[in-house]
């Protein structure tokens, strides 16, 4: 007997949990391999978003901090000490999420975001094109953007 396909779009965690008692049982012929590949697949996903979003919010953060000297205070410090983290967690814990660093068109998409957060919270709307800074002062402690003279 296979399982029902169609529980999969009626109730996903009932879904789940037969598919894990299936698997557990070593009943291998009633498994819903389509949407459990499928699901596998998404938790890659998943974690490319979570990496995305921190990057997002630090990098959003760090513009606050450049653009803005005046608001500089302990909440946006912790925000970026927590998000660089946060964003070193990620890449420890799920180390193929390096590879994601390597591609021009992701770091599109989150300078893209970290640009409309910033400047959705100052109200100011000229930031560079591109991210001005490497990964390796993204990520270091002791870096601290400041506006060039």
Not at 107 to 118: G, I, L, N, Y
């Amino acid at each position: 007997m296979r399982a029902n396909p169609n529980s999969y779009d009626i109730d996903v965690i009932a879904w789940a949990n037969e598919q894990a008692r299936l698997l557990r049982a070593g009943r291998f012929d009633a498994l819903d391999i389509e949407h459990i590949a499928d699901e596998i697949e998404d938790v890659g996903k998943s974690e490319k978003r979570e990496l995305a979003s921190r990057m997002a919010v630090l990098l959003a953060h760090m513009l606050k901090w450049q653009y803005q000297p005046g608001g500089r205070g302990n909440s946006w410090q912790r925000t970026i000490k927590e998000q660089r983290n946060r964003v070193g967690l990620c890449i420890d814990q799920t180390p193929s999420l390096k590879a994601e660093l390597r591609h021009s068109f992701w770091w599109s998409d989150v300078w893209s975001d970290a640009v409309a957060k910033a400047s959705e919270e100052t109200g100011l709307g000229e930031f560079p094109e591109s991210c001005p800074w490497t990964f390796d002062q993204i990520m270091n402690p002791k870096f601290w953007p400041v506006l060039p003279d």
